[in-house]
């Protein structure tokens, strides 16, 4: 008999890249449903027009390179883009947002710049930042969660209307739906000259962080730990980006409380766990060694501090995320393992 | 319990033992013909010392050890030696390689057998017996072992000699049921092993899914000093250098061996092919073989060596439907073969004919997304996917800095890889090229000196010819003169002063002699 000559090993595990992805986008679930619970179909609107316009750049784009479509198609790298930008974005985002962000980071961030496993920046990211300093007015209207000082008051289609023609019912002005986020009202506020403990006894903030976003920050944190325990991502590079951000924030915590915000605040606010995650935890522009993704982590959580802190922006994941993934190449070739029987030191 | 220090990566993989460790190991029927190779080892082939017509008697010598690294072939059987001759033989090469072929007349008349008092033997004797009774490592290196029984050389004494009793690739079980049908025996072969090297300590590692294996071996061992350390099922406990680790916590050097840290290790199969040589006379001309996969009736098999291995997929109930592939060696390092007309050898293990449900699915290889995985798994502790950059991209030097050479390809990240790329490959290919390469070097620089070494010699011979001329010309022209001889004289001594035509031009030469 003949037989087939294949190199060994033989056998292989069940696993495949879109089965990564996938688990992301599972893991994203709770978190999704409690910014929804708190800010209303605004949401769910912006991952919809996320997806779909990524899926579409993603297959231009793969037609253009040549890749075969449907191979690429079915890993749902473009997907958890789309999701993770999608969530970053204010509830009430004008579709062209929403559309210019992500075909930023797909056609962009993602293609331009090598395609997947390729990519030195992280695509979701590069796409929230362009936003961000292109728009600011529009990127800063965050809603005012539920529960707070109004019921939540949009309907589905009222949230259509006013993502689709920027049109809002006449009971409402924008200004009364939007509001600064914890971050933004801490940073302008101590800027005003105010104490820690004054700002915080506003109605903003809740009983860690903000009014609604802590429950929001603990639905992620729930699936990031089942990320981690799946091994789906490293554990060290959100231990090492909530640990770095911990440590920066009760240094300073402890020389000034009145004009530093507590740990436990920074640690709960903002994108901080969303971020260390979901964000940081994207291996393909992270740092690749055991030793450097501690590293890694660590970097990305001091630099978030340093920018709610000292920068010009209330919140500093994105930056701080594309500023290590630049860094993750060197990062890895200083902490390579030490090999089975080399020697110690 | 003595602790054990676990390695780093590693995986659980599926074990498949059950299918054929189950029943006793069956002697598998006399083959009409064997061939028999004359290389089953690491080293210089066994040279032929039998010809075409001549009648063998079973465990006659056939092929003699052919230098210090190098073992003996003997007839499996009695018969007639059909042939020697090149053949296929189940290497991973594919390239066929000289085989005694031996018609059996089935009457299996032994050669006379001589069983030895080891103690009373001088330990070179008695390694000069293990080498002439063909004894190599039946783990799968094949290494002789009379080498590996030598300290001289390297140390005064030996820490720890381990037994490595851990078969962790899936499938194969024929240590499982060797250990547990002839713990006595392995034993025994394991004593002139003691006797050779005075160890310290003598450690018998067994993977804790082979209690009976596990408990037979503490029986055997019983009374004797020597430990069995059941180990976690975690492959590849049983690659040399991780199962030295795993027992003693010794990390064997990068490009260095166990004896280099003290220790020295065999396979539980090769002790008992030691006893079977030492206290029977018996060289190795069978051995236990797994015969497993999508055959009807899995099993060990006490097989001849160079029985055909359709013979042996023949009595262990013949394929079933849709094999695809045959497999020597387990399915994580094992070799896939082109046919099933090769005969046993001393490094075959296990048979496993595999079909598609024991396979993993052939799929589309995507971009390496640097999740890790690969690192996590990595038993020699390297970056799998930094080796793969390089390789690819056939940057050899910065593989080689990344430690392509400390990989022991045992396939654990090719197999956790969720873009399904075939990592093995690439290091298997990366380590050709860069031999190649080296090979190729010295073969120039080899070239270069050689070349170097004649324009030397012509600039001698050039420079010795003309101070002769030289010394010569004044007398020769003296003489001339002297004689009243005419222009015409000296004109030929100035002629022939010069130098040859060929010598002033070596370039000339050299394309005459190419």
């Given at each position: 008999?003949r037989f087939?000559i294949v190199?060994?090993p ?9 089965q990564?992805?996938r688990?992301v986008?599972?893991a994203?679930?709770p978190g ?8 209303g179909?605004g949401?769910?609107?912006n991952?919809?027009i ?14 253009v390179?040549?890749?075969?479509l449907?191979l690429?198609?079915?890993d749902?790298s473009?997907?958890?883009t789309?999701?993770?930008l999608?969530?970053?974005?204010p ?6 947002l ?15 710049y090598?395609?997947l496993?390729?990519?030195p920046?992280?695509?979701a ?9 292109s728009f600011p007015?529009e990127?800063?209207a965050w809603l005012?969660p539920?529960?707070l000082d109004?019921?939540?008051?949009l ?5 259509l ?5 920027s049109?809002?019912?006449a009971?409402?002005?924008l ?19 105010l104490?820690v403990?004054?700002i915080r ?9 903000g009014?609604g976003?802590e429950?929001?920050t603990?639905s992620?944190?729930?699936?990031g730990l089942w990320?981690?325990?799946?091994r789906t991502?490293?554990?060290?590079i959100?231990a090492?980006m ?7 924030a009760t240094?300073?915590y402890?020389?000034?409380p009145?004009?530093?915000?507590p740990?436990w605040f920074?640690?709960w ?8 995650f979901?964000i940081?935890?994207d291996?393909?522009t992270?740092?690749?060694t055991?030793?450097g ?6 970097g990305?959580?001091v630099?978030?501090y340093?920018i ?6 209330p919140d500093?994941v994105?930056?701080s ?5 630049i860094?993750?190449?060197?990062i ?9 029987g080399?020697?110690?030191g | 319990m ?8 590693g995986?659980?993989t599926?074990?498949h033992?059950?299918e054929?460790n189950q029943q ?12 028999v190779p ?10 032929p010392v039998?010809a075409?017509?001549d009648?063998?008697?079973k465990g006659q ?10 073992a003996?072939i ?5 018969g007639?030696v ?9 290497h ?5 390689d ?8 089935g ?6 057998r001589?069983?030895v008092?080891?103690?009373?033997l001088?330990?070179s004797?008695?390694r ?7 004894v190599v ?7 002789p072992?009379?080498v590996k029984?030598?300290l001289s050389g390297?140390?005064?004494r030996?820490?720890t ?8 690739e899936?499938?194969i ?10 713990a006595?025996g392995?034993v025994?072969?394991l004593?002139?092993m003691?006797?050779?090297l005075?160890?310290r300590?003598?450690?018998i590692g067994?993977?804790d899914?082979?209690?009976?294996a596990i ?6 061992c019983?009374?004797t ?8 099922t ?5 690659s ?14 990068v490009?260095g061996?166990?004896i280099?840290?003290?220790?020295q290790c065999f396979n539980v ?6 006893h079977r040589a ?11 073989v797994?015969?497993t996969?999508h ?12 029985t055909?291995f359709?013979e042996?997929?023949?009595q262990a109930g ?7 592939r045959?497999i020597?060696g ?5 070799f896939a073969?082109?046919?099933?007309e090769?005969?046993?050898?001393k490094?075959?293990?296990?048979i496993l ?7 993993a ?6 971009p ?5 995985a ?5 038993p020699?502790?390297l970056l799998?996917?930094?080796?793969y950059?390089?390789?690819?991209a ?8 990344y430690?392509l050479?400390?990989c022991?390809?045992?396939?654990c990240c090719?197999?956790v ?14 380590k050709n090229e ?8 010295q073969?120039a620089e ?5 070349h ?7 600039e ?11 010394q010569?010309a ?12 005419g222009?015409?004289?000296?004109e030929?001594a100035v002629?022939?002063a010069?130098p040859?035509?060929?010598?002033a ?6 394309q005459?002699?190419?």
């Amino acid at each position: 008999m003949r037989f087939k000559i294949v190199t060994s090993p033989h056998i292989a595990q069940n696993v495949s890249v879109g089965q990564v992805m996938r688990r992301v986008l599972y893991a994203m679930v709770p978190g999704i449903a409690a910014l929804t619970w708190f800010f209303g179909w605004g949401i769910l609107i912006n991952l919809v027009i996320a997806t779909v316009v990524a899926l579409l750049a993603e297959t231009v784009m793969l037609a253009v390179r040549g890749k075969p479509l449907a191979l690429h198609l079915s890993d749902f790298s473009a997907v958890v883009t789309a999701g993770l930008l999608a969530v970053a974005l204010p509830p009430l985002a004008p579709w062209w947002l929403t559309t210019l962000g992500i075909l930023f980071a797909i056609v962009v961030a993602k293609h331009l710049y090598g395609g997947l496993g390729y990519n030195p920046f992280n695509p979701a990211m590069v796409g929230y930042v362009v936003l961000l300093t292109s728009f600011p007015r529009e990127m800063s209207a965050w809603l005012i969660p539920h529960g707070l000082d109004q019921p939540h008051a949009l309907t589905l289609l009222e949230t259509l209307q006013a993502i689709f023609h920027s049109e809002l019912p006449a009971r409402f002005t924008l200004d009364a739906l939007t509001g600064a986020t914890p971050l933004d009202a801490l940073r302008t506020q101590i800027g005003l000259g105010l104490t820690v403990t004054e700002i915080r006894n506003s109605p903003v903030f809740g009983m860690v962080a903000g009014q609604g976003w802590e429950w929001a920050t603990l639905s992620f944190l729930a699936g990031g730990l089942w990320l981690v325990q799946t091994r789906t991502a490293d554990w060290r590079i959100p231990a090492g980006m909530l640990s770095g951000l911990a440590v920066i924030a009760t240094v300073f915590y402890l020389i000034d409380p009145q004009h530093y915000a507590p740990p436990w605040f920074h640690l709960w606010s903002g994108a901080a766990i969303f971020g260390a995650f979901f964000i940081a935890t994207d291996p393909v522009t992270a740092s690749a060694t055991p030793h450097g993704r501690l590293i890694y982590g660590v970097g990305i959580g001091v630099l978030v501090y340093i920018i709610r802190g000292f920068g010009g922006y209330p919140d500093g994941v994105a930056f701080s995320v594309l500023l290590m993934n630049i860094a993750a190449p060197t990062i890895d070739l200083y902490t390579q393992p030490r090999v089975f029987g080399a020697r110690r030191g | 319990m003595s602790r054990l220090y676990p390695f780093h990566g590693g995986l659980k993989t599926v074990r498949h033992k059950t299918e054929s460790n189950q029943q006793p190991i069956q002697r598998a029927a006399l083959p009409r013909r064997l061939m028999v190779p004359l290389r089953q080892h690491i080293g210089a082939m066994a040279k032929p010392v039998v010809a075409s017509g001549d009648q063998v008697l079973k465990g006659q010598m056939i092929g003699q050890a052919d230098g210090y690294i190098s073992a003996a072939i003997h007839a499996p059987t009695s018969g007639r030696v059909a042939t020697v001759e090149t053949r296929p033989v189940p290497h991973p090469s594919g390239l066929p390689d000289l085989c005694v072929v031996i018609d059996s007349d089935g009457e299996e008349r032994w050669v006379e057998r001589q069983p030895v008092d080891y103690r009373a033997l001088h330990p070179s004797e008695l390694r000069n017996i293990l080498r002439n009774a063909g004894v190599v490592g039946l783990g799968g290196a094949a290494f002789p072992s009379a080498v590996k029984l030598n300290l001289s050389g390297h140390r005064e004494r030996l820490e720890t000699l381990i037994l490595n009793g851990a078969e962790c690739e899936p499938w194969i079980t024929c240590d499982d049921r060797l250990m547990r049908e002839q713990a006595a025996g392995i034993v025994a072969g394991l004593h002139v092993m003691v006797h050779l090297l005075e160890p310290r300590e003598v450690l018998i590692g067994i993977e804790d899914d082979k209690p009976e294996a596990i408990a037979a071996m503490i029986e055997a061992c019983a009374g004797t000093g020597y430990e069995v350390r059941p180990a976690p099922t975690r492959y590849p406990s049983g690659s040399v250098k991780q199962l030295v680790k795993l027992l003693t916590g010794k990390e064997t050097p990068v490009e260095g061996l166990p004896i280099d840290v003290g220790v020295q290790c065999f396979n539980v199969a090769t002790a008992y092919t030691v006893h079977r040589a030492v206290d029977h006379g018996e060289p190795v001309i069978s051995r236990t073989v797994t015969v497993t996969g999508h055959v009807r009736q899995p099993g060990n098999f006490q097989a001849l060596l160079g029985t055909p291995f359709a013979e042996l997929v023949e009595q262990a109930g013949g394929y079933q439907e849709g094999v695809e592939r045959l497999i020597m060696g387990g399915p994580m390092m094992g070799f896939a073969l082109h046919s099933d007309e090769v005969p046993l050898t001393k490094a075959a293990n296990c048979i496993l004919a595999a079909s598609a449900e024991e396979l993993a699915p052939t799929q589309p290889v995507m971009p390496c997304i640097r999740c890790g995985a690969c690192v996590d798994v990595c038993p020699a502790n390297l970056l799998p996917q930094q080796l793969y950059w390089h390789a690819r991209a056939k940057e050899f030097d910065k593989a080689q800095d990344y430690h392509l050479f400390s990989c022991i390809e045992c396939g654990c990240c090719s197999t956790v890889c969720p873009s399904h790329i075939p990592l093995v490959q690439y290091y298997r290919y990366a380590k050709n090229e860069i031999w190649a390469q080296e090979k190729e070097k010295q073969k120039a620089e080899l070239a270069r000196q050689r070349h170097q070494a004649r324009l030397e010699r012509l600039e001698r011979e050039k420079q010795e010819r003309e101070a002769k001329l030289r010394q010569k010309a004044p007398a020769r022209a003296a003489r001339a003169e002297s004689e009243g001889g005419g222009k015409l004289d000296i004109e030929t001594a100035v002629a022939r002063a010069k130098p040859h035509p060929d010598a002033a031009n070596p370039a000339a030469t050299r394309q005459q002699d190419a």
